[in-house]
């Protein structure tokens, strides 16, 4: 046993520093104290840092052919920056490739340094009740749905599909494929009266690539508190920041990412500063069995 003493824990929802410290007892956080605690414990003080929980980020272009590639790719956007788990989609055209697809997206990822959860990206033309059945039974929590007009989206059979997605509730996230901002505005906002109307479990917006992840999203995809929260119970997976490489901004605090001191997945260092310990094989693949449990 030992104590993560003096961390200065950023809260994303709250835009606050909390200035608490962790008791680990076999990689996990076995209570959560003050600060400033007397005990003959061993002690790490990282009151010179600002702590966080690693970060989840979207990927839809991760390379699996080349293992040295698929080395530098990770090392370059997710190791250094504070990121130990991906939100990577499968895409298929036509429903009868779900299987096929699924199988050699899981066989790509057996040697991902990462964690991951795989999602499904598909035209909304074939957005189908038997589809989203499918994603039930192999727990695929996340949908990305293609659109490239607003108009298909008064034409879908929403009410089956609301009833095949129950209780489960995957979530549909817009991937918008016109390259116009007047056209991606007109989608969106009818994506949201759409399916606002319909009672569809849905992201208001797109997710950006290779950038950390809300929150607010991980609880609606249910990754929350798993991923994006340090509490009891949980495991040992943080960054620690260097303090004078912190900028605060309007909302809340951006990291320089080139500047992160040490990153720590399941109570192992994967990453000082620019040095990475690169274990292919180790991440494993996160099962979500219930989405928006906290929102």
């Given at each position: 046993?030992?104590?993560?003493?003096?961390?200065?824990?950023?809260?994303?929802?709250?835009?606050?520093?909390?200035?608490?410290?962790?008791?680990?007892?076999?990689?996990?956080?076995?209570?959560?104290?003050?600060?400033?605690?007397?005990?003959?414990?061993l002690k790490m003080d990282v009151s010179s840092f600002i702590m966080t929980p690693t970060h989840v980020m979207l990927d839809s272009h991760l390379p699996s052919e080349n293992f040295q590639l698929l080395k530098q790719y990770s090392k370059r956007h997710y190791l250094l920056k504070g990121c130990h788990t991906i939100i990577t989609p499968f895409s298929i055209q036509y429903e009868y490739q779900f299987d096929r697809e699924l199988h050699k997206k899981?066989?790509?990822?057996?040697?991902?340094?990462?964690?991951?959860?795989?999602?499904?990206r598909l035209p909304i033309k074939i957005l189908s009740p038997s589809l989203i059945r499918k994603c039930k039974k192999e727990k695929i929590a996340i949908i990305f749905v293609e659109l490239d007009d607003e108009s298909l989206l008064s034409q879908m059979p929403w009410g089956w599909i609301r009833e095949a997605m129950f209780p489960y509730n995957p979530i549909l996230i817009p991937a918008i494929l016109s390259n116009k901002d007047t056209k991606r505005k007109t989608i969106i906002k009818r994506w949201n009266e759409v399916l606002d109307e319909e009672k569809i479990p849905r992201l208001f917006d797109e997710i950006q690539e290779k950038t950390p992840i809300s929150v607010k999203n991980l609880k609606k995809f249910g990754l929350y508190p798993k991923r994006g929260d340090l509490h009891i119970g949980g495991e040992i997976n943080y960054n620690l920041y260097f303090k004078n490489k912190i900028v605060a901004e309007q909302k809340g605090i951006h990291y320089d990412y080139d500047r992160l001191a040490i990153m720590v997945h399941k109570g192992r260092v994967v990453t000082s500063e620019n040095a990475v310990a690169f274990r292919p094989g180790c991440g494993e693949e996160i099962i979500i069995n219930r989405t928006s449990l906290f929102v």
């Open positions: 046993m030992y104590i993560i003493e003096r961390a200065n824990v950023y809260s994303e929802e709250e835009e606050c520093i909390k200035n608490i410290s962790f008791y680990i007892k076999n990689n996990a956080v076995q209570s959560i104290k003050p600060a400033n605690v007397k005990t003959p414990i899981r066989v790509s990822l057996l040697n991902s340094p990462v964690d991951y959860v795989l999602a499904l």
